[in-house]
């Protein structure tokens, strides 16, 4: 396949001879245009001068331009006298006289015709000296062509090398790169479609460069989690080797394979993308499955009926999430769970009394890994935040000391706004 080069030297050379072509036809069919109307206008100019001398019976006075033939016909087209009998016309073309002088073109010849009451007189001319001019004109105009062709694709050829290069640039510089390289491509590009094209790519690689970043940082704090319960896990292993009978290190090792077992759980359901998608939707009553949240930690609710369009075992997974978080802050008798109906929104509000959030924590609460005073993986906000979204719904925090609450909003159904 040709080069981008190669292709823009040849539409460009394409039309510089297009575009010399059709100077060459335009300038001849003017001029050939012009020169006719030239000597239509002296032919027929002649002919009103001759037909009045010839009425008046001035026979001498019947001059005309130079290099015009006078001829005189009588009335059924009977030749009377011919200057140059080969400008002689037939007898249906003479029918055609009149009062007012009409030019006629023939092979060589253009002839004007007058109709006078004494005959018909009629006035002609070679056409041989347009037809040189013509030639002339087309001479001049190949000379030219044959000087102005090369000098323009050699003008085309330097414009298509120099629209090209930066762009071979571009390529060049994205051909030696590797896959780990995914720093902005430099370029010289002007603002147009190119330019735009590559800020596009370098604004793709970007995003490719941090979701890379963010990929390594995933898994080397997935592996953090995972190692240091795996190495309490092996410690209390080892006194259940030595003591069979230690129940305090076998409860201590369930409860720490436990929190494993849900870490695992909530670093697949992040990375499978499970929370945003396969949402089983169900018509849920907000305030009972945030009774049952309550319930199953052992804190205190106030919770209205709220009709949402949701799944029912996601939304009690955020509930679970916000709850433990609470309750890993405050203790179990500083939680509050509340649910309320808010215009068009059901409302679900989660309360401690704990030591609050560190302000340089609340921007990146939602993400994963982010830890707050309580403690936890850290997945279980981010899985929140995540549940919210596939909802059409949205969480909010607000923290300061002695008081943290969680707001989620879920969009109501149409018959409870």
Do not use: C
């Not at 190669?6 to 539409?11: I, M, Q």
């Not at 060049?172 to 330019?195: A, N, Q, W």
């Not at 609050?356 to 921007?363: A, F, Y």
């Not at 919210?388 to 000391?401: F, L, T, Y």
């Amino acid at each position: 396949m040709l080069s981008f080069r190669a292709r823009l030297f040849l539409a460009f050379a394409l039309l510089w001879l297009l575009f010399l072509g059709g100077a060459w036809y335009l300038a001849g069919r003017s001029v050939d245009q012009a020169l006719k109307r030239r000597l239509e206008a002296t032919l027929a100019q002649d002919a009103l001068r001759a037909a009045e001398a010839y009425q008046k019976g001035q026979a001498g006075a019947l001059l005309t331009t130079g290099g015009v033939y006078l001829h005189l016909y009588a009335q059924d087209g009977t030749p009377i006298a011919l200057t140059r009998p080969d400008h002689r016309l037939p007898p249906e073309r003479l029918r055609r006289a009149g009062p007012t002088p009409e030019v006629l073109w023939e092979e060589g010849f253009a002839a004007a015709l007058v109709a006078t009451p004494l005959g018909l007189l009629v006035l002609t001319a070679e056409t041989s000296p347009i037809e040189a001019a013509l030639e002339a004109l087309r001479e001049a105009l190949l000379r030219a062509f044959l000087l102005l062709f090369p000098l323009g694709l050699a003008l085309v050829y330097l414009t298509a090398r120099l629209a090209a290069r930066p762009l071979e640039a571009v390529a060049r510089e994205i051909t030696r790169r590797s896959p780990d390289r995914l720093d902005p491509v430099p370029h010289r590009l002007p603002k147009d479609e190119f330019g735009r094209m590559v800020e596009a790519v370098n604004a793709l690689l970007q995003a490719l460069k941090e979701a890379k970043e963010r990929e390594r940082a995933f898994l080397a704090e997935a592996s953090h989690e995972l190692r240091t319960p795996l190495t309490v896990l092996l410690g209390h292993l080892d006194r259940l080797a030595r003591n069979p009978m230690d129940l305090e290190a076998l409860r201590t090792a369930r409860a720490t394979a436990e929190r494993m077992r849900r870490l695992v759980e909530d670093l697949l359901a992040l990375a499978r993308g499970e929370v945003e998608r396969n949402l089983n939707l169900h018509i849920v009553d907000l305030g009972e499955v945030a009774r049952e949240a309550a319930l199953e930690y052992g804190v205190a609710a106030e919770a209205e009926s709220a009709e949402v369009l949701g799944d029912p075992d996601r939304l009690l997974q955020l509930l679970r999430n916000l709850v433990a978080n609470a309750v890993r802050a405050a203790g179990k008798e500083g939680v509050r769970v509340r649910v309320r109906r808010e215009a068009d929104h059901a409302l679900l509000e989660v309360e401690d009394s704990g030591p609050g959030i560190p302000e340089d924590l609340l921007p990146r609460l939602f993400q994963r890994f982010a830890r707050g005073p309580g403690g936890g993986t850290g997945l279980g906000l981010a899985i929140a935040h995540a549940i919210a979204k596939a909802h059409g719904g949205e969480i909010a925090v607000e923290s300061r000391p002695g008081r943290t609450v969680f707001r989620v909003r879920l969009p109501l159904l149409e018959e409870e706004a």
